[in-house]
């Protein structure tokens, strides 16, 4: 482990407050999460349904500790050379003709294999970045298993072998924070080097004041009612059932179309904001007697 | 926190904190939640740099090392709340329970207490509603309410969820509540911000029932010991419910994973195909290709393997026994639907009928059990369980729809009320596809007991136990085609 670092948070309460101060309003659950994986020099790992937040808590843990966001987003059939880093193969052949004639083979594979050939990708830049550094690596799950086994390395030691060059070892730990909707079952010993964070729908009360600073413009009681709908929505067995992202929208919807109760009328018409699949669509209409 | 491990009796020896965890942890893992040396670790790592004296900071502490996975999340709070409680004895609540009389023991007055809970649900504030729950569980267990038959004085307190959800019967304030909303305002509210508002209030009340139940769990154990409670009394984790003694709420609860269960189930496959995808050693192939380089094999060749996406004829027996266990399954199909080129399905109580059309993409599924019982004609005698007859029909009116590209799978307990399991039917049946399986939801002990067929069916295909949704997710795992 490299050298012992401070930490960037005092206590909970603290992570709350300078998190707010970045416009991401934490429950205790994810302030206590963010403060002890801070504390214990441990990766994050956020799992959710969308929508709930997962990927703005980590740029607002950056903008909270004016630290560097870097991103690794991840998608099917990612590999090393686009997460951790890659060799400069064009630049590598021409230094190699610019080279010939002129030095022994010895000099130029040196020459070659050096920092200056070297493409850093996400994890490596991390890795190697003296200042703070928040580390997300968005949507583990549509990575690959092998993937995974890859971040083994990078997320218990914070350091990355590099053959021709030797082990990389951080300078700084980074804050690193993994999202993931669980669409697949990540491997335990993944799993066991984080701490897991289950981001769920908030409570009405921190719902309420979510939509209230995204969408400031908004009536009191209009927000309120919107929660409540929404919170009674999600209740029924939809398909999708509709999140936070989905609210701030609806209160968006409203505010642009000059609405200013949610009375039958405004649902009818902008419901298709929080349900996204036709049939859900009829079946709060039937069940909630919209008709 | 400093009362840990002091708690009653059967607490066990005290061996401060670290002891307390360790208990902690071994009271998660007899809930079948796998926690580890190294998480045990974690945790108490996580001990040391939290504020013990807030508990909420603890608790999602503890759970954020100590959980691997959302579904453990109830488990682990009941749990929990037995381990760290919020607070000993009657705790210092800011309630006052309204009694007859003026003393504070006498009987509770059940009229003015229901009146408060009213208020309380209507203002939503879940932190006075907890502490209502606190007070009042303290107070009919300990000096009982006036005139419901149900005064106590001097006996041993009692604590009983039951007894105090049936005299608050909160359900019963719905209405009042409703009531009182519509006086506020001045017009009348339509007929959505009615529903809207009553489904609220109803979620509200269901969640006072979950806090008067905790509260009755605390100071259950503080009189029996939380090892006691901690058996008998902290739900279980929605994949090892068992299907057919599960009740409605767990049923809802089975429903919302079936999706994610399928997905976790598809992208296993995935892995499995990927590794899969080179065949077995083409010995002819291998042989030929060596001669070009004097007989020495050195390039092998493989079979490839064709992605067989087998047909499914899904019998399914959706009488009210196993109806919870048919239905899960029903939807974990239509779930992994993309994994089969066809999906057929058939009902059954005495007689077979198709419901195929009914699991079509896109069409409502949670009402989908009550639409197959009242559309498809699954009933000719009383309406009890026919296996016999109902193979009968299926194959005498669907008998094409097995092929040797099929599947069948059969859903049911077998238990057929002792009429004729009609075998040789099954068999010609079983005989026509590639593969059949049964599972069935009873235990494997009481298989072939009383009126179960189970094991003479099972001599002619092979019969799974599927008790849980985690054993239907193995064997179902272990059935779909590579």
Known sequence: MSVPQSPLFGSVAEVTERLAEAGYLASTAVATTVYLADRLGKPLLVEGPAGVGKTELAKAVAAATSSGLVRLQCYEGIDEARALYEWNHAKQLLRITAGQGRESWDETRDDVFSEEFLL?????????????????????????????????????????????????????????????????ELSEALKRRCLFLHLDFPDAELERRIVASRVPQLAESLVEALVRTVRVLRELELRKAPSVAETIDWGRTLLALGLDTLDDDAVRTTLGVVLKHQSDQLKAAAELRLN | MSTAGTIGPGAGPAHGLPGHLVDFVGALRRHRVAVGPGETVDAAEVVTVLDLLHREQVREGLAAALLRRSGQRQVFDALFDLYFPAAIGAGSGEVDVPRIGDGDAGPV?????????????????????????????????????????????????????????????????????????????????????????????????????????????????????????????????????????????????????????????????????????????????????????????????????????????????????????????????????????????????????????????????????????????????????????????????????????????????????????????????????????????????????????????????????????????DVVEALLPV
């Not at chain 2, 109803?202 to 090892?227: C, K, Q, S």
């Not at chain 2, 269960?261 to 995935?270: E, G, P, V």
């Not at chain 2, 859903?411 to 069935?440: K, M, S």
Request: charged fraction near 25%; charge should be positive.
């Open chain 2, 109 to 473: 007055d059940i009229g003015a207490l229901r009146d408060l809970l009213a208020d309380l649900l209507r203002n939503d504030d879940d932190a006075a509603l907890a502490e209502l729950a606190r007070a009042a569980v303290e107070a009919l267990g300990r000096s009982g309410a006036a005139g419901v038959g149900a005064e106590r004085s001097g006996a041993a307190p009692s604590w009983s969820a039951y007894q105090a959800l049936r005299l608050l019967s909160p359900e019963t304030l719905l209405a009042q509540i409703m009531d009182d909303l519509r006086a506020a305002h001045d017009e009348e509210p339509s007929r959505f911000a009615d529903e809207i508002a009553r489904r609220a209030i109803r979620e509200r009340i269901a969640r006072f029932r979950a806090m008067i139940n905790d509260e009755v769990r605390r100071r259950t154990a503080e009189t029996l010991g939380r090892e006691q409670v901690a058996r008998t009394a902290v739900p279980m984790q929605a994949e090892q419910v068992e299907f057919l003694s599960a009740y409605a709420e767990q049923l809802a609860q089975l429903r919302r994973i079936v999706h994610p269960l399928a997905r976790r189930l598809a992208s296993r496959l995935a892995v499995r195909r990927r590794h899969a995808k080179r065949g077995e050693l083409d010995m002819r192939r291998t042989l030929r290709r060596s001669m070009s380089t004097g007989g020495v094999p050195i390039k092998p060749a493989f079979r490839t393997r064709r992605p067989g996406r087998p047909e499914l004829v899904v019998l399914c027996d959706v009488s009210g026994s196993v109806a919870g266990f048919s239905h899960f399954t029903l939807l974990l199909v239509q779930a992994l639907r993309e994994q089969f080129s066809k999906v057929r399905v058939f009902a059954f109580v005495e007689r077979t009928d198709e419901v195929t059309h009914l699991f079509e993409p896109g069409a409502e599924l949670s009402g989908v059990m009550n639409r197959v019982l009242r559309e498809a004609r699954l009933v000719s005698f009383d309406g009890h369980s026919d296996y016999g007859s109902s193979f009968g029909t299926f194959a005498e009116y669907w008998g094409d729809a097995v092929t040797p590209r099929s599947s069948l799978l059969i859903l049911g307990d077998a238990r057929n009320n002792y009429r004729d399991p009609n075998l040789t039917v099954l068999r010609r049946l079983v005989g026509q596809t590639r593969h059949a399986h049964w599972l069935n939801p009873e235990p494997r002990r009481q298989w072939g007991s009383g009126d179960s067929a189970a094991l003479r069916y099972a001599d002619m295909l092979p019969m799974h136990e599927c008790r849980t949704a985690g054993q239907l997710a």
């Open chain 1, 120 to 184: 850093p990708r996400p994890l490596l830049t991390a890795i190697r970045r003296s200042a703070p550094t928040v580390l997300l690596v968005d949507e583990i799950d549509k990575a690959d298993v092998e993937v995974e086994g890859l971040l083994l390395e990078v997320l218990s030691d914070f350091q990355v072998t590099v053959p021709e060059m030797g082990t990389i070892v951080a300078s700084r730990r980074p804050f690193a924070l993994l999202t993931s909707n669980s669409t697949r």
